[in-house]
Nanobody
Framework: QVQLVESGGGLVQPGGSLRLSCAAS????????MRWYRQTPGKERELVAG????????NYADSVKGRFAISRDNAKRTVYLQMNSLKPEDTAVYYC???????WGQGTQVTVSS
């Protein structure tokens, strides 16, 4: 059974940092590129960052470039999203996904507010 479990969200002040984790099971994690998305109420899910299967290639939405960093540990079957210099507009539910697999996790809420 394919499963993705996101964690690490929470409430943080503007300018703060959070590190999200996504633990994967039920498929060959090391063969799959991974992506982080986010969604706010009333809006479509937005692609935030992606990473290749080996971790050697990454890409980011313009809105987070220079502030967020995606990484992965294939031995732990986990993908991470380090979020720095957080802004109120980063507030959203964050999801990870293996696009070739198609399963979504339950998401983790990130709220940036003073």
């Amino acid at each position: 059974q394919v499963q993705l479990v996101e964690s690490g969200g929470g409430l943080v002040q503007p300018g703060g940092s959070l590190r999200l984790s996504c633990a994967a099971s039920g498929f060959t994690f090391s063969n799959n590129f991974m992506r982080w998305y986010r969604q706010t109420p009333g809006k479509e899910r937005e692609l935030v960052a992606g990473i290749s299967a080996t971790g050697g290639s990454t890409n980011y939405a313009d809105s987070v470039k220079g502030r967020f960093a995606i990484s992965r540990d294939n031995a732990k079957r986990t993908v991470y999203l380090q979020m720095n210099s957080l802004k109120p507009e980063d507030t959203a539910v964050y999801y990870c996904k293996a696009p070739l697999i198609g399963t979504w996790g339950q998401g983790t809420q990130v709220t940036v507010s003073s």
